[in-house]
């Protein structure tokens, strides 16, 4: 079984509209860690945003937030405003438990904004 | 400037040529790890290594050495590279504090196997 299962293979959205990228995550263990990752065109893997089992709050970075629902196991990427530079690759992955050796990864999800 | 660099960032090879793609980190991280990118399948974990001498197997081991001799390098060896073995490879490192937070890429090698 799929440990990150991000099931939007590819989407388009219109510029300066919101955007919400799925990811729903499967473990156990009552801590672990989620993350977004960008991937533009030129292939580099650039962190975006972080979200622990036991934080209070969900995360945000300036235009990114995570849309953190626990019991759903769920951790939405959500871009506000969203730009043309937003195009590219985006990956969500999971720390599973306190381990830090294994950083697991969803397949991606390709954004296209449109202007 | 921190950072984790790899060599070569693009490489053509034939089968059976044995190869190492370099990773190095300036950062003083504990944890390195290397991860291969494929169409519709997303990163997937070839080895890992929590500190120096310590190496563990990912995901996707078969094909591949590595070995963690200084805590700055972690390169991967393709002993025997084949077809399958085509390719985006990243590296990948953290400080590992206990409860990782942030992996830190590098820019990534694109490796072609004839």
């Known amino acids: 079984a799929q440990k990150i299962t991000q099931t939007q293979p590819g989407m388009f959205v219109q510029e300066k509209e919101a955007v919400t990228l799925d990811c729903t995550y499967d473990t156990s263990d009552p801590s672990y860690g989620l993350f977004w990752y960008k991937q533009p065109s030129s292939g580099e893997m650039i962190f975006l945003i972080y979200q622990g089992s036991y934080d209070q709050q969900n995360a945000t970075e300036g235009r990114y937030s995570l849309n953190f629902q626990k019991a759903r196991k769920s951790a939405n990427l959500v871009i506000s405003a969203s730009q043309l530079g937003d195009s590219a690759m985006y990956f969500c992955a999971m720390r599973e438990g306190n381990r830090d050796d294994k950083i697991i990864f969803g397949k991606g999800t390709r954004l296209h904004i449109l202007p | 400037e921190a950072q984790v660099t790899q060599n070569p960032r693009y490489l053509i090879t034939v089968t059976g040529k044995k190869l190492t793609v370099t990773c190095s980190q300036n950062?003083?991280?504990?944890?390195m790890s290397w991860y291969r990118q494929d169409p519709g399948l997303g990163l997937r974990q070839i080895y890992y290594s929590m500190n120096v001498e310590v190496t563990d197997k990912g995901d996707v081991p078969e094909g591949y050495k590595v070995s963690r001799k200084e805590k700055r390098n972690f390169p991967l060896i393709l002993e025997s590279p084949s077809p399958n073995q085509t390719s985006l490879y990243f590296c990948?490192?953290?400080?590992?504090?206990?409860?990782?937070?942030?992996?830190?890429f590098g820019e990534g090698s694109r490796l072609t196997v004839l």
């Open positions: 990948a490192s953290s400080l590992s504090t206990g409860v990782l937070r942030e992996l830190f």
């Open positions: 950062m003083n991280h504990e944890y």
